[in-house]
């Protein structure tokens, strides 16, 4: 009797042992499908933030939006299956977490460069783009560096690099910020500003449409862009992002459209 009662009883601890570790299999698989299943604010799209002009990242032709982010942010809606919804947004609103936080998108692509100011209110992807910053100026202009420029007011667009690269780098010039690229090129245009500073890659399109002006000046700032979702609320999007970024890469897409903005 008490031979057969332990082995019932064994047989009982086995079952339960097994019972336990199913459930905790099914506890953890769930965990897992959480973690990786990825939530957008609305059920079939991608919605993404980003400010509107800026060439040739993003704009607008016969209505369409367009640019080397723009078809980064199709790659990503196309891995998800889903439609993509973009938002002109105030960069301002992006770049200090706002527009994110408060739900208007599920994610920022506004060539964003990545610094530990902004990674406090932002998660980040991976790098997708390397840039540095560059100084327009009119042609017939005698002042062609920011060293020349003091005293002198430069144009900025507010909240971005280029503005804290002039503060720390040219403490004497007078910076004017202005809220989009437009109305930068708008002021240097307009004698408002003797010149400004803005993307490398944006100013050669600043150029490119208004030949009376001229890049006179890069400075190396070693500026990468990264993708932004809102602080420690959406790990497993920023993980599908990643994963994308990796595999356009490998496969020669990220080179394809690359190529098609930026010559050489």
Request: overall charge negative; proline content about 3%.
């Amino acid at each position: 009797m008490k031979r057969s009662h332990r082995r019932v009883a064994g047989a009982a601890l086995s079952a339960l042992m097994l019972t336990s570790l199913v459930a905790c299999g099914d506890e953890e698989a769930a965990n897992g499908d959480a973690l990786s299943r990825v939530e957008l604010i609305y059920d079939g799209a991608l919605t993404v933030c980003t400010d509107i002009p800026y060439e040739p990242f993003v704009y607008r032709v016969n209505g369409q939006d367009a640019g080397f982010d723009i078809d980064m942010a199709k790659a990503i809606a196309d891995d998800l299956e889903v439609q993509l919804d973009v938002i002109d947004h105030d960069f301002g609103a992006i770049e200090d977490g706002e527009a994110l936080n408060t739900d208007v998108c599920d994610v920022a692509i506004s060539a964003i460069t990545i610094t530990g100011e902004r990674a406090r209110v932002l998660d980040f992807s991976s790098p997708y783009f390397n840039a540095n910053q560059a100084l327009v100026a009119p042609k017939a202009s005698e002042r062609k560096s920011l060293a020349a420029l003091a005293g002198r007011p430069v144009g900025a667009q507010a909240g971005t690099t280029g503005v804290t690269y002039v503060g720390d780098n040219a403490p004497k010039v007078k910076i004017k910020t202005y809220g989009d690229a437009a109305a930068l090129v708008d002021a240097l245009s307009s004698g408002e500003v003797e010149a400004i500073v803005l993307d490398a890659p944006a100013a050669v399109e600043v150029v490119r449409s208004a030949p009376e002006l001229a890049v006179v000046a890069e400075f190396d700032t070693g500026e990468q862009y990264g993708m932004a979702v809102k602080k420690d609320g959406n790990l497993p999007l920023l993980r599908r992002i990643n994963s994308v970024l990796a595999d356009i890469r490998e496969n020669g897409t990220y080179d394809e459209i690359y190529a098609q903005y930026f010559k050489g």
